[in-house]
Structure formats: structure tokens, C-alpha cells
């Protein structure tokens, strides 16, 4: 192994950053398009690194710093950018990205807030065994409800399964019609169960950050319901701005631990 590839080297092999390059709370959509996206919403922003599929951006917002660093499509590249960014500092991640919806309630634009995930991913396989939860952090669920409340954005929190396969492993027919064994029933089985959505990444960024101690949580926007066959590319900005908000309002409640002495945060430990 030469330098580059070295886990503890200063700059980080695939996401190219540094400690220093970045706030404690990072943002993790999966397309680097909505890096800009989201920094939008921020005070300022200044572009630290983009490298293959991960590109970073520091700034600050309503005064907080705060990151955000694409990570690709998928669970195995968002594990990477995790595992890296611990590395230089980040203590804190919400994914903020895209998902189809399963519950017929559910409208294109909505929120989804993830509250633990179906892992039908692979790659928190590798971490630890099968029967391991991936929950979110609830100071970060909490804060990303807060967020959507303030911001007047209709939400959803729930359980979302997180799969490898857009196609096959979400129940969709692949090429030339093309079903995986059971695909027909997996939808109707994850409704039946309350799951909410479906995306690609939350499950393993939930439970690699739990395995590492670490705050993890997701929100993201409804393009499409599988049960009422809608479909359109929006509600993004809702999911930039709530998970923006969300780091502002960890940091408040970071704050009111401190002045309190506890550990952990609380209803009781009210925020403005």
C-alpha cells in the first residue's frame, strides 16, 4: 500500500479531504449536482475537494458551520465517504437525497425522515451481523422534525429500506422484463410491514455510524409512489433546506447539553 491509499494519511484517499476541511455535521446527498444545491441555502460556501463521485463544500449556515460531500449512487460509496470523513473530524451525518414512497398517503414532494432501516443493502454487512438494527440518532430525527415543522414542509417518519439494486432489488423489472425471485411481492410486503420509502443508502450509513458512536439520520424527498404510480423530480430543495436547518438546531441542542451537564438531549431541554 503506497501513502495514497493509507486509511490515517492526512488527505483522505477518495474523498480527497483533510482534518480541518470540514464541520462536524456533514450532509450526504448522493449526486454531486446537489452539493450546489444545498449550499444555496447556506450563508457561504467554498468548494473544498471533488474527486470520482465525492465532492465536498464547508460553510457556514444561519452561523453554524456545516459540510456537505456527495457520495454516488448506492451504500458501498456512501460507507467510504463516512469512514473518511470520521477520519478528518465529522461527527455527525444526514443523508439528504431522493426516494420512492410505498404508502398510498404519501404525495410527491414530501419529506420522508428516516427513523431506522430495512437492511437489504450489502454493504453494513460487512460491518456486523444481519440482526444488528440501523436506527437513526434521535437528536437528529428530532432535529430534522423541528426543521420540517419550522419550515412548513409536509413530512413522514418512519422505517425506509435501503436496497443495492435500483431495479431488481426495489421490485422493478430489469432488462427485458426481468423479475428477481419475489420482486413481485416486495413492495406489497414493505407496505403491509408500515415501511415508508425506498432509497439506496440510509440503512448503511445509520449503521456504520452507530457501529462507530456517531450521530446519523436521513431525510429525503418523494419523486415517486410506487403504489399510485406518480412520479415527478420534486421537493429537493425542501429535503436541502430541513437537513441544513437540522445541523443549526443540533448545534443549539449541543449547546443546552453543555450549559446542562448531560449527555444526551431531551424534551426537557427546550429549544427556542
Known amino acids: 500500500m503506497d501513502d495514497s ?17 470540514v464541520a462536524d455535521s456533514v450532509l450526504l446527498p448522493g449526486n454531486p449536482e446537489r452539493v450546489g444545491k444545498i449550499t444555496q441555502f447556506w450563508d457561504s460556501a467554498d468548494e473544498v475537494a471533488f ?22 449512487i448506492g451504500s458501498p460509496s456512501a460507507a ?4 473518511e470523513l470520521a477520519r478528518v473530524g465529522a461527527d455527525t ?11 398510498p398517503e404519501m404525495d410527491v414532494g414530501d419529506l420522508v425522515i428516516t427513523t431506522g432501516g430495512v437492511r437489504q443493502e450489502g454493504t453494513s454487512d460487512e460491518y456486523v451481523r444481519e440482526e444488528y438494527p440501523a436506527v437513526a440518532d434521535y437528536e437528529v430525527v428530532a432535529a430534522l422534525v423541528a426543521a420540517a415543522e419550522r419550515l412548513g414542509h409536509d413530512y413522514h417518519a418512519g422505517i ?9 432489488g426495489q421490485g422493478r423489472p430489469g432488462f427485458e422484463g426481468f423479475r428477481a425471485e419475489g420482486g413481485d411481492e416486495l ?3 414493505l407496505k403491509n410491514a408500515n415501511v415508508k420509502n425506498i432509497e439506496m443508502e440510509a440503512s448503511a450509513i445509520l449503521t456504520i455510524a452507530n457501529v462507530y458512536g456517531l450521530r446519523a439520520g436521513a431525510v ?5 409512489n410506487r403504489e399510485t ?24 441542542m449541543d449547546e443546552l447539553k453543555a450549559e446542562a451537564g448531560v449527555e444526551r438531549w431531551h424534551p426537557g431541554l427546550a429549544l427556542d
Open 5 to 21: 491509499e493509507d486509511p490515517n494519511a492526512e488527505v483522505q484517499y477518495h474523498i480527497e479531504v483533510g482534518e480541518g476541511d
Open 51 to 72: 474527486h470520482r463521485e465525492y465532492r465536498t463544500a464547508t460553510g457556514t449556515y444561519d452561523g453554524t458551520p456545516i459540510s456537505v460531500t456527495s457520495t454516488g
Open 80 to 83: 467510504i465517504a463516512v469512514e
Open 93 to 103: 451525518f444526514i443523508r439528504v437525497g431522493s426516494c420512492g414512497a410505498i404508502q
Open 160 to 168: 425506509t429500506m435501503s436496497a443495492d439494486s435500483f431495479y431488481a
Open 187 to 189: 413492495v406489497e410486503h
Open 220 to 224: 429525503c424527498s418523494v419523486y415517486a
Open 229 to 252: 404510480g406518480e412520479f415527478r423530480t420534486e421537493g429537493e430543495h425542501r429535503a436541502a433546506e430541513t437537513a441544513s436547518l437540522a445541523v443549526k438546531l443540533l448545534a443549539e
